[in-house]
Nanobody, 111 residues
């Protein structure tokens, strides 16, 4: 069974850090293209970061603050988020080819 499970969300003060994890199982392999998205209340889901053909890509608003990585031995991807801002508050989802999505993990940044 194909599954993506995100963990690591929580409540943090502005300027703080969180590390999200997404464990893949079934016919999903983190050696493929992978991505992190987020969706804030009342807003559309947006791409935050991706690894495409081994190249990291980030939306402008998180460049220099967020880092995406992967451990292929664990079949897990990560999103290290530093210098968090209240506008980073959202549910964060990982995505895999075949349009597979995790259940999401809530990140709340207080001002």
């Amino acid at each position: 069974q194909v599954q993506l499970v995100e963990t690591g969300g929580g409540l943090v003060e502005a300027g703080g850090s969180l590390r999200l994890s997404c464990a893949a199982s079934g016919k999903i392999y983190t050696t493929d293209n992978m991505a992190w998205y987020r969706q804030a209340p009342g807003k559309q889901r947006e791409l935050v970061a991706a690894i495409i053909h081994d190249t990291e890509q980030y939306r402008n608003s998180v460049k220099g603050r967020f880092t995406m990585s992967r451990d292929n031995r664990k079949n897990t991807i990560y999103l290290q988020m530093n210098s968090l801002k209240p506008e980073d508050t959202a549910v964060y989802f990982c995505w895999a080819p075949g349009d597979f999505w995790g259940q999401g993990t809530q990140v709340t940044v207080s001002s």
